[in-house]
């Protein structure tokens, strides 16, 4: 078995025992409303996060490059109330188009 099937199913099972770790905590319980909250926000933000440091981040500067422009495309996209389908497509071509420059 190679390295790297060995650290896949490392993180196969850290993940399995990161999801369990809630319900086993809670026995069954609801989460106190606070923390329902806390919790509804959470994937909203990281992927916000993960969208700002993959636009802006090169390294350990903020840049400004092809691909904040196509996210300017998608916002404008999303803005006109397109479908996701389109605005996507739309993202992907402005960036395409402009590092092709």
Do not use: Q, Y
């Not at 025992?17 to 409303?33: C, E, N, S, T």
Request: net charge neutral.
């Amino acid at each position: 078995m190679t390295a790297v099937w060995v650290t896949i199913g490392l993180l196969t099972v850290g993940t399995v025992a990161i999801k369990a770790a809630g319900p086993v905590a809670l026995g069954g319980r609801d989460l106190p409303p606070r923390l329902n909250g806390v919790v509804a926000r959470l994937a909203p933000a990281l992927l916000s996060a993960l969208v700002v440091v993959e636009t802006f981040g090169h390294g350990h500067e903020l840049a400004v490059d092809e691909s904040a422009i196509g996210l300017l495309a998608a916002a404008a996209a999303l803005a006109a109330r397109l479908p996701i389908v389109v605005v996507v497509l739309i993202a992907a071509v402005v960036t395409a188009l402009l590092r092709a420059l």
